[in-house]
């Protein structure tokens, strides 16, 4: 069986604001929650509105902009190569998932914060 794919989720903010709360959210609660990590909480440098400003600003709009370019190079990526059908058996997906392996990891070249 065939799976056409469309990529025209991808142009869409609320799914790249979506993918980033997601990432962000995960990435706090498995770091910054972590059992060895919670002595920050009660620390006298700690406040919920130093986290929140953190989390807003500094986690999830710089994850926005970097989903959405991510998204941006995925969705030409794929028209240049013309990826736009999927067999929907074990192997022919993970090819495709190897098929933007490259995108991917340029993409984590340049967009890697710098410290």
């Keep these: ?12 903010w609320n799914a790249i604001l979506l ?7 995960t990435y706090q609660v498995l770091v ?18 130093n986290l929140i400003q953190f989390v ?4 999830i709009l710089i994850e926005c902009i970097t989903v ?3 998204f ?5 990526y794929a028209r240049y190569f013309k990826i736009s059908q999927i067999k929907l ?13 490259p995108v991917l990891l340029l993409s984590f070249l ?3 914060p710098s410290h």
Excluded: A, C
């Design 89 to 101: 058996i074990p192997k022919e997906i993970l090819l495709y998932e190897l098929k933007f392996l």
């Design 19 to 25: 993918t980033s709360v997601i990432v962000v959210i």
């Design 110 to 112: 340049f967009l890697l």
């Design 1 to 12: 069986m065939w799976l056409s794919l469309n990529y025209d989720l991808l142009k869409k």
């Design 72 to 76: 941006f190079l995925l969705r030409v």
């Design 56 to 59: 807003l600003v500094d986690q």
């Design 68 to 70: 959405g370019i991510i």
């Design 32 to 49: 910054y929650f972590h059992p060895e990590n919670v002595g920050w909480i009660q620390s006298e440098q700690f406040s919920w509105g």
